[in-house]
């Protein structure tokens, strides 16, 4: 099972990235989490120490790899071969899941991500090994991501909204954007709602099947926000993303063995 998070900047993206992550750990042998966010914290939010998240080696300084497998030219393959041996040292083991970070962003005028791109999409499509694995992906914020076709081969795109226009219109593009990369599922998951009305501005925002659920806004993450040496999830959002987790397994056909 592979699955690619998404949303407006500020929406709590990470935040259900690493509740989502937390919980199908509950249920599978081994998660793969993929940080796809170059300005990323997906790390922090899971708990790993920033001390630890900082000597993590990111899938951008995968110089020579990238160059063996996709080459040096202007035009490089699209579908490079991925072997196991090549991740070793960019994963980070953290109870059952192991975690990969994209990296820093790039400084002004160097070159663009391309390649560590099409590198990303490659995990995507090759990391899913058993049916007691799964891959959840924390893309970056807004719709850039999509242009480059990082998230070709998920399974599942959930889409993270806010009571908000602006939030409900990056959501909009997404769902075009992926349905055109050849993203069969893509569901919403309203995020912060305080109450009925704003749950409603939601569901009035997409189509019934599109949306998979809600989770309320919590005092307790929002203060955390502020206190760097607290986790940003927690166990907050467990219980709500339980819920979540089961229309995921539904989405997917139920087929998992506990770990």
Known sequence: ?????????????????????????????????????????????????????????????????????????????????????DLKEFIYQHGKINF??????????????????????????????????????????????????????????LVVVEPSINSVNTANNVIRMAQDLGVSKVRIIGNKVRNENEKMFIEKSFQHQEMLGFIGFNENIWLSSMNPSQNASGSDLLEGMKEIREKILVEAGGSYRKG
Do not use: W
């Open 100 to 157: 990969m970070k994209m990296g820093d962003q790039k400084k002004g005028g160097s070159q663009c991500f391309c390649r560590e791109n099409t590198f990303l999409q490659t995990l995507i499509s090759t990391l899913l090994l058993d049916k007691n694995e799964a891959v959840i992906m924390d893309m970056g914020a807004g719709i850039e991501h999509l242009s480059r076709g990082t998230s070709r081969g998920v399974d599942l795109m």
């Open 1 to 85: 099972m592979k699955i690619a998070v998404s949303g407006k900047g500020g929406v709590g993206k990470t935040t259900i990235a690493a509740a989502l992550i937390r919980s199908f750990a509950e249920l599978f042998q081994r998660v793969y989490a993929i940080d796809g966010d170059s300005d990323g914290c997906l790390g922090f939010a899971l708990g790993i120490p920033l001390v630890e998240l900082s000597a993590i080696k990111p899938v951008v300084e995968m110089g020579e790899q990238i160059r063996k497998l996709s080459g040096d030219g202007a035009f490089y393959a699209l579908n490079p071969s991925l072997e196991d041996d």
